[in-house]
């Protein structure tokens, strides 16, 4: 079992569909992060959960809702997005948000959005 | 707006030879500095972390950090053509009352010819 999972691998959906990623960490961490990579651009990061507690979200649209019920789980929640939504999303993990070091990748879902 | 500054390549080196990376940042505050390797279609995975001043060496890989300048760097000795991926810079810095982030540069792109 890989240290972060994510699925699904990839992902199209419509402009009116709702969906959901999902991610969980078996390394016992406390924080988990999305994060989206668009082609050429650096990766950017959504929102950060320390000890299931949401402590950043970077301006991200609330077409993007996130979950987190405990430590080891994260979701991303999917509605309306629009063709520029389209990326790679990826979930990581970290032993604590405080340190924000050493962050564990899922392999990511490749979002479609047509 | 923090910034990672990386030169997007690609960059080519014949097998055997030393790859230079290098990466530049915006925040003086930051104290923590990691490179990511991300194959194509994958991941990023973390290959060193940097913290103080000079060189740390792990096997093939050494990394330069020098705050003064913002300045750091990888080197890759006697690379192989599975070296052949996107290098990511990452530093990271602490907001105001947020907790501590990593700032993603866009990454370089190596090819190691055999």
């Known amino acids: 079992e890989t240290g972060v999972t994510q699925t699904p691998r990839h992902l199209v959906m419509g402009m009116t569909n709702k969906k959901s990623l999902k991610c969980e960490q078996h390394?016992?961490?406390?924080?988990m992060y999305w994060y989206k990579q668009s082609a050429k651009k650096p990766l950017e990061l959504m929102f950060v959960?320390?000890?299931?507690?949401?402590?950043e979200n970077n301006s991200v649209p609330s077409r993007f809702s996130p979950e987190c019920p405990n430590s080891s789980h994260l979701f991303l929640h999917l509605h309306t997005l629009q063709p520029e939504d389209s990326a790679l999303y990826l979930c990581?993990?970290?032993?604590?948000?405080?340190?924000?070091?050493?962050?564990?990748f899922g392999s990511g879902t490749q979002l479609s959005v047509l | 707006q923090k910034e990672v500054e990386q030169n997007s390549g690609p960059l080519s080196v014949p097998e055997g030879a030393i790859a230079s990376l290098n990466c530049t940042y915006s925040?003086?505050?930051?104290?923590?500095f990691f490179w990511y390797r991300q194959y194509s279609g994958k991941s990023p995975e973390l290959i060193m972390s940097?913290?103080?001043?000079g060189d740390k060496e792990d096997g093939r890989f050494t990394a330069q950090l020098n705050k003064a300048s913002q300045y750091v760097s990888l080197l890759i000795r006697d690379s192989q053509p599975s070296d052949s991926a996107t290098y990511l810079c990452?530093?990271?810095?602490?907001?105001?009352?947020?907790?501590?982030?990593?700032?993603f540069g866009s990454g370089t792109q190596l090819t190691v010819l055999p």
């Open positions: 959960y320390n000890f299931k507690e949401q402590t």
């Open positions: 990581a993990s970290s032993q604590s948000a405080s340190t924000n070091e050493k962050l564990f």
């Open positions: 925040d003086r505050g930051s104290q923590s």
């Open positions: 390394l016992g961490h406390n924080a």
């Open positions: 940097i913290y103080s001043n």
């Open positions: 990452a530093a990271s810095f602490r907001p105001s009352g947020s907790a501590r982030q990593l700032t």
